[in-house]
């Protein structure tokens, strides 16, 4: 299993970034999907997940940030709008199948 993501970058705190993330080589077929992201000095943690049965965000990014899911493609997308400077992070992908699995990773920065 192979995920890929795109659309990290540099953008100043308001603005918007669309992140995608395409997965490939699942035998089974993937279950949930989601976002995490790692702050700079900061431990992981989870922004986003969407499966079949359910969508949910952290609090962090609850309102400002919306995840959805091309199923046919297996891609899963992270609109990002409102950004904030503590939203900088790299921002990792992760796909479910009998186990979880992950993308390598894109750099969003916010600047003031």
């Known amino acids: 299993v192979q995920l890929q993501a795109s659309g990290g970058g540099s953008v100043q705190a308001g603005g918007s970034l669309r992140l995608s993330c395409a997965a490939s080589?699942?035998?089974?077929?993937?279950?949930?999907m989601g976002w995490s992201r790692q702050p700079p000095g900061m431990d992981r943690e989870l922004i986003a997940y969407v499966s079949d049965e359910v969508t949910t965000y952290a609090d962090s990014v609850k309102g400002r940030f919306t995840i959805s899911r091309d199923n046919a493609e297996n891609t899963v997308f992270l609109q990002m709008n409102s950004l904030k400077r503590e939203d900088t992070a790299i921002y990792y992908c992760?796909?479910?199948?009998?186990?979880?699995?992950w993308g390598q990773g894109t750099q969003v920065t916010v600047s003031s």
């Open positions: 080589g699942s035998i089974y077929g993937f279950n949930g």
């Open positions: 992760f796909a479910e199948e009998t186990q979880r699995y």
